[in-house]
């Protein structure tokens, strides 16, 4: 199936609490991405974990990596309504010559106020 | 320039006709990429191009898409004899470099409807 498989698929939270959005994934990487899309607007990177770290931190958000699992987890603390959107993760998979970047189904992420 | 740039925002086409879409990449880019995304959902990698030769087309149906970057101009995505599940949005992503490394910046995409 589709590398970077987030869950859970939709995400409701009200503001002020964390939200947490998985990754998994079925290839080796050299790095995981995670991206953020608001309503009919492009994608927007958030953050780039490399295989060799397990952490990684950008304001408010916390990425962790356990490539033994094959995962990731994002972390959106004190979330504000202004965060409502899909979230994707993104991994390169090798191929001959180079990479392409695998995107998954992304996860629906809506704050409320 | 500073933002990718995708024209049109919106294309309409009847099914069998044909749809060029146009994307102009951030200044200095050398990578080019192309998705698809139906429905909101996930984001299906199409080709990506180094500077005007193709890099990576594992994801391109060829018997209707076709896609070019050349020296001075956009790049262009084609698709000939549309088909009703072509209806999705188009994006396209320019990087410095590719894959490792190298964030790509997403433009606005085009809206493709097919009737």
């Known amino acids: 199936s589709q590398q970077g498989e987030e869950d859970p698929q939709a995400l409701s939270i009200q503001e002020g609490e964390n939200a947490t959005m998985n990754c998994s994934y079925k290839?080796?990487?050299?790095?995981l991405q995670w991206y953020r899309q608001n309503s009919g607007r492009g994608l927007v990177h958030l953050i780039l974990i490399r295989s060799n770290e397990r952490e990684k931190h950008s304001g408010r958000l916390r990425v962790t990596l356990d490539t033994s699992k094959k995962s990731s987890s994002l972390l959106i603390t004190a979330s504000r309504a202004a965060d409502t959107a899909s979230y994707f993760c993104?991994?390169?998979?090798?191929?001959?010559?180079?990479?392409?970047?695998?995107f998954g189904a992304g996860t629906r992420l809506f704050v409320k106020a | 320039g500073e933002e990718v740039a995708q024209t049109p925002k919106h294309l309409v086409r009847g099914e069998g006709q044909k749809a060029k879409l146009y994307c102009a990449p951030i200044?200095?880019?050398?990578?080019v990429f192309w998705y698809q995304q139906v429905l909101k959902n996930e984001f299906k990698f199409l080709i990506s191009?180094?500077?005007?030769?193709?890099?990576?087309e594992t994801g391109m149906p060829k018997e209707r898409f076709s896609a070019k970057c050349l020296p001075n101009s956009p790049c262009s995505l084609e698709i000939q004899a549309t088909k009703l599940e072509d209806s999705a949005v188009y994006f396209c992503?320019?990087?410095?470099?590719?894959?490792?490394?190298?964030?790509?910046?997403f433009g606005p995409g085009t809206r493709l409807t097919v009737l």
């Open positions: 290839t080796s990487i050299n790095n």
């Open positions: 992503a320019s990087s410095l470099g590719q894959g490792a490394y190298n964030e790509q910046f």
């Open positions: 200044k200095g880019h050398s990578y």
């Open positions: 993104a991994t390169d998979q090798r191929n001959t010559g180079g990479f392409k970047t695998i």
């Open positions: 191009f180094q500077n005007e030769n193709v890099f990576d």
